[in-house]
């Protein structure tokens, strides 16, 4: 997904200045009155697109809250990434040892020790 420091083309720690100047310079190439006719459609729909990022990223609030979800999306897709089902275990150990671990991540299996305090 792309966000919309992405879309203006410019580094997320960008200033007001260069987030203005790169929606200037974009709003020349891409607006549907200066394109050629062919491509008007794609052209403004294009054109909304960095409106909106250049409307959320020039107000400071705007900005500020944008930047807190697309942290907190990023800190969910890291975490999503190190707990996922297919990505390796964190409790895992090698299958010779006597308390590898079984399909349940983080449970051991019980040895005649553990059966014996029940």
């Known amino acids: 997904m792309a966000t919309l420091y992405d879309v203006l083309g410019i580094a997320t720690g960008a200033s007001g200045g260069g987030v203005k100047a790169a929606y200037r310079r974009l709003a020349r ?3 549907p009155d200066v394109v050629a006719a062919d491509r008007k459609g794609a052209s ?4 909304m697109r960095i409106h909106a990022a250049y409307a959320t990223l020039s107000d400071p609030e705007k900005r500020a809250d944008y930047d ?3 942290a907190a999306a990023a ?3 890291i975490g999503r990434q190190q707990w996922s089902p297919r ?3 964190p409790f895992s150990s090698s299958a010779s040892s006597p ?3 079984t399909s349940f991540s983080g449970f051991r299996r019980r040895t005649w020790e553990t059966d014996q305090c029940w």
Do not use: N
């Not at 403004?44 to 054109?47: G, N, P, Q």
């Open 29 to 31: 190439e891409c607006h």
């Open 44 to 47: 403004a729909d294009e054109f």
């Open 68 to 70: 807190r979800r697309l």
């Open 75 to 77: 800190a969910t897709a």
């Open 87 to 89: 990505g390796p275990r």
């Open 99 to 101: 308390s590898a671990a």
